[in-house]
């Protein structure tokens, strides 16, 4: 077997000089430095797998929101979740390993660490999106999962959440927790079943177009909709940016960090006033909503507005539902969260908001203590989790009235349409648009629960942006030494304002965040954020 591992390795050599790191969602960097960290993974995957007795360990080839010429790769949990740390650090380490026989060597010292018997059985799913180098780093994990002799199932093209929701139901085949069927039609028969049930006798209004960033989500989004429910009854949806012929086009002035960071519509978008817009990302597990008004203004409705929109029905339908009493609901944010989101959930809403560092991963682990966790980062990513406990309360509940009933009934099926694996922008795209449905609300109206404040964010290239360290869920830095200090000096010239820098765990920048009273002066914050961070990264 030691053979078999270093041979693996060997056909996939580490360019020298790189540093490869696990970060905010996995490995990403330029598709063309990947093939032994690809490879590698492979192999962690195995020894995952056998740790887990043979639990099916996911592997995702994507760089998501990331340009075409990037690529990335990560592992999924069997239920669904993202990767323990501990094994994120192991990762790094083998990522990192100069030679062949070092990476063997570090597999048997894992193994022997965790007292994992490598002839026992290990069991692995792939899939990737459309990226062009998808298939030959496909290849170099396929070459690692051989290598460590491991059963796998290559899915082909799915997007990231489709992936994660594979991964749970196939470890949860048989079992009382059974998620579902493990196949694509058995994804789109759930949620599109879900869909039906959640929606009863409501309508959407009128027409969704949907930006598929020219990635996987497009032609997967062309597949639900055959199960969905036919336009006249359900939703009518169009869907624009699916070209994944040309992947040089994907996310390229489309998709949902497109629209996020610009905070205007894709340029093809011909959606006219009034109409729903989404766009999702490359991988489809984010998603942001907008509308232009009838003066012809922009409107983004991100990842904190699907959070109160989601979070107060929730509510709803549990005091409607009898269970007010049983039931807590919280919602999970990050730092990038708008001030008026934080503001409108606390005050209005009255639910507890916690905040966590960026990463699905965190926010996820924070909403696992609650009994309904409801967590979005504002750049899209998120969905809702229930406890087991809240999940047999719900089950067990006696409805008093009819009304009562209804409640429940649309309670459950919105717990079914919810991917709880991970979050999944086709799943929370049905999700609102059902949200929408019952409240009878087109983008205005969501829109008017709350004034966000304006915001602004920012890229800046650093000579090495590790330097810049964070404390207080990434809302302080402590290094460089000082430059927080210069930062709180410009926060206090403005009203309401706040900001922060972080280093991306996706990409090669310090990313800087500022909001304030005024348009003008949430820009001219960030501006001079930026400045203080480009002179400390010198
Ligand atoms: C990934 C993560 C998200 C994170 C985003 C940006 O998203 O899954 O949790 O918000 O990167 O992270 P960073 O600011 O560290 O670059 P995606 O859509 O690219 O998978």
New binding site residues.
């Given amino acids: 077997m030691a053979d078999a591992i270093a041979e693996a390795a060997r056909r996939h050599p580490a360019p020298e000089g790189l540093v490869y790191t696990y970060?905010?969602?996995g490995f990403?960097t330029k598709a063309e430095v990947l093939d032994s960290v690809m490879t590698r993974c492979g192999l962690i995957a195995a020894l995952r797998s056998r740790a887990l007795k043979g639990k099916w360990i996911g592997v995702m080839i994507?760089?998501?929101?990331?340009p075409p010429q990037d690529n990335?790769v990560?592992l999924v949990e069997p239920l669904g979740n993202m990767l323990q740390e501990e094994w994120e650090v192991i990762s790094t380490v083998m990522a990192n390993k100069a030679t062949p026989e070092d990476v063997s060597k570090y597999y048997h010292e894992i193994a022997a660490q965790y007292k994992i018997d490598l002839s026992s059985p290990a069991r692995v799913v792939v899939a990737r999106d459309t990226r062009a180098s998808g298939a030959r780093l496909l290849n170099c994990v396929t070459d690692g999962l051989k290598g460590a002799d491991v059963e796998y199932k290559d899915y082909g093209f799915l997007t990231?959440p489709q992936l994660h929701y594979m991964v749970r139901c196939l470890n949860t085949e048989g079992t009382p927790e059974s998620y579902g069927i493990a196949t694509e039609k058995g994804y789109y028969e759930k949620f599109a079943q879900a869909f039906k049930t959640a929606l009863g006798s409501k309508r959407p209004q009128g027409h969704l177009t949907v930006d598929g960033a020219n990635g996987v989500g497009g032609p997967k989004l062309t597949e639900l909709i055959k199960y969905l429910p036919p336009k006249e009854e359900g939703l009518d949806i169009s869907v624009i940016n699916d070209n994944v012929i040309k992947p040089e086009s994907l996310n390229v002035d489309c998709g949902?960090?497109f629209v996020k960071t610009n905070q205007r519509a894709p340029p093809s978008s011909k959606a006219g006033p009034g109409d729903r817009c989404c766009s999702l990302?490359?991988?489809a597990?984010?998603i942001v909503f907008y509308f232009r008004d009838a003066n012809n203004m922009f409107h983004l409705l991100d990842g904190d507005r699907i959070a109160t929109l989601v979070a107060s029905f929730l509510g709803d339908l549990v005091r409607q539902s009898g269970l007010a009493e049983s039931i807590k609901i919280g919602v999970v944010q990050?730092a990038?969260a708008n001030g008026a989101a934080t503001n409108y959930v606390e005050k209005n809403l009255k639910l507890k908001v916690d905040c966590t560092a960026?990463?699905?991963?965190?926010?996820h682990h924070a909403a696992e203590k609650l009994d309904v966790g409801v967590y979005f980062?504002a750049?899209?990513?998120g969905t809702v989790i229930f406890s087991a406990d809240t999940l047999e309360t719900i089950e067990k509940h006696e409805p008093r009235s009819p009304a009562q009933k209804e409640a429940l009934d649309v309670l459950s099926a919105c717990i079914n349409l919810i991917n709880q694996a991970v979050g999944d922008a086709l799943s929370d795209m049905l999700l609102v648009e059902v949200v929408l449905a019952h409240k009878n609300w087109g983008p205005q109206e969501w829109l008017s629960t709350y004034d966000d404040l304006p915001n602004r964010l920012l890229k800046v290239i650093v000579a090495d942006r590790r330097i810049f360290e964070t404390t207080d869920a990434e809302r302080r830095l402590v290094k460089p030494e000082g430059i927080q200090k210069e930062i709180d000096q410009e926060v206090q010239k403005v009203r309401q304002g706040r900001s922060f820098a972080?280093?991306?765990?996706?990409?090669d920048?310090v990313?800087v965040y500022a909001e304030a009273a005024t348009r003008a002066e949430a820009d001219d914050l960030a501006r001079k954020v930026a400045d203080i961070v480009k002179s400390a990264g010198k």
């Fill in positions: 970060g905010t969602a990403r994507t760089a998501s929101h990331n990335g990560k990231t949902a960090d990302d490359g991988d597990d984010r990050t990038y960026t990463g699905v991963k965190y926010l980062e750049n899209g990513h972080r280093a991306s765990g996706t990409e920048a990313r």
